[in-house]
C-alpha cells in the first residue's frame, strides 16, 4: 500500500512539473474509472454497464484534454495518468488489507512507508539542498499537515456520517476546485476544448461511482 501511494504522489509531482494544474487535476481523477477495471483484472470482479460506459467518456474527455494539433500526449499530461493507475492500486490494495486490521495503524505505517522510501529516493538521485529557505520549510509543512494529514482525516470523519454514493460524489469535486484554483492562483487559461475535457472526464467519475443512483431517486420521487 505504501508503494502504491509513493508511486502515484511521485507520478503526480512529477506530471505537474510539465503540465498545468488544472489537467494534473483532472487527469489525476482518472483513478475513479480505472479502478474498476484494474479490480477486474486482479481479483476477476467485472466491471459493470456504468464503468464500460464511464471508460468510453473518460477516453474521449482525456482524449480532448491532452491532445495537441499534432494529437501527441505531453509528458507531464502521460505521467499524471500513470500516476492515477498507481492511485487506482492503491485503492485496491487498501481494500484488500484494511480488512480485519487497525485502520489508523495502517495509514500510519502507509505515510511512514511513504517517508522512509522518498528520503532514500531523495539521497540518491537529488543534490541536497545548499540553503533551506523558511518558505520551503512552510511549503513542505503544508503539504504535510493540510494536503495529507488533515484532509485524510476528514474525509475519514466525514465518510462515517456519508453514504458511499455522497462521499463519492463530494469527493470528485476535488479536480473541481483544483482548476477554481489553477484559475484563480496561477491565472491559467484553458481552450474551450479542455473545458469540453474536463466536463466529459467528470461526468465520467459521476457515472462510474454513483451508477445514477440519484436520477433514480428523483424519477421515483416525481
Known sequence: MGVALLLGYAFQTFGLRLTTPGKNAFLTA???I????LYW???KKKPDKY???AALIC???IGLITLDADLHVG???ALTLISGFFFALHIIATTRF???RNPVILAMLQFATVGLLSFAGALIFEQAPAVVSTTDILSIAFLMVVCTAACLLLQVIGQKYTPPSQAAVILTFESVFGVIFSVILVNEQFAPQVVLGFAL???AVIISETKLNFLQNIMKKR
Open 59 to 61: 477516453i474521449a474527455g
Open 98 to 100: 484494511v480488512e480485519g
Open 51 to 53: 464503468n464500460a460506459t
Open 201 to 203: 472526464t467528470f461526468a
Open 41 to 43: 483484472a486482479l481479483m
Open 30 to 32: 482518472a483513478y475513479c
Open 75 to 77: 509528458a507531464g499530461d
Open 34 to 37: 480505472i479502478t474498476p477495471f
